[in-house]
């Protein structure tokens, strides 16, 4: 017997089910050399001052698409199978086990595909330097939340408390709340409401708040 904590089975075919697991250790090892390489690319090919300012709006760019993606992709009500299916696959598995370690990071077989269209999308509207730049500082941001979630589901950090007890009452307490995982400012902008946990329903598998 291996311990291994059992997860919802997504894939009846074993090696695409494989791909639907992802670590820390393996988003930092697929995303950190790709961030790095567009940033030292894009930075040797632009001013200094445009390179921090691209990469500073692109990491605060990223805590907005992440807000928008999670209430308006994520939560979505599909109406066909097929819809709830795909639905299912990206983010209905968390919350049916949002405990589950093995899928408290995105798997990088969605993740690339994301980021090269955020690629292009940033080398088509401001060029190949800049474009890189903005890419490295988007993706940096996509790496701090994730990580960021993966602390809120498996751990128990003081300075990350509040985002923790934030992110899990989105779980527990009411799931049209609290889409923000980074940056707060989102739900309080936009009319999400911040809930709390109710009573008797903080327990998890990381231990209680």
């Given amino acids: ?16 089910e494989r791909f639907s697991f992802a670590s ?19 930075a040797s090919r632009a001013a200094p001052w445009a ?14 698409v992440e807000y928008a993606m999670h209430r308006f992709v994520f939560h979505f ?5 097929f819809g709830r299916w795909l639905l299912f696959l990206l983010h ?4 049916a086990d949002p405990q589950d370690k093995r899928r ?5 077989a969605v993740t690339l595909a994301i980021g090269g269209v955020f690629l292009a999308i940033f080398v088509t509207a401001i060029g190949p330097a800049l474009g890189a730049v903005a890419f490295a500082g988007f993706m940096a941001g996509y790496l701090a ?17 509040g985002l923790k007890r934030r992110h899990l009452a ?28 109710q009573a008797g329903r903080r327990g998890h598998r990381s231990g209680r708040l």
């Avoid at 390179?51 to 907005?64: C, I, K, N, S």
């Fill in 92 to 95: 209905g598995c968390h919350h």
């Fill in 145 to 161: 939340y994730d990580l960021t979630h993966y602390a809120c589901h498996q751990m128990d950090i003081p300075w990350l408390r």
């Fill in 77 to 81: 009500t599909a109406r066909s199978g």
């Fill in 24 to 42: 820390p250790a393996l988003i930092v090892s697929v995303w950190l050399p790709l961030i790095a390489a567009a940033g030292v690319y894009g």
């Fill in 170 to 197: 989105h779980h527990f307490a009411g799931q049209e709340a609290n889409f923000a995982v980074t940056l707060p400012l989102w739900d309080r902008l936009f009319g999400t409401p911040v809930v709390k946990p």
């Fill in 104 to 108: 408290n990071v995105m798997t990088p």
């Fill in 51 to 64: 390179t921090l300012v691209t990469a500073l709006l692109a990491m605060f760019g990223w805590t907005l």
């Fill in 1 to 16: 017997m291996s311990g291994q904590r059992s997860s919802i089975r997504l894939f009846e075919n074993d090696f695409l």
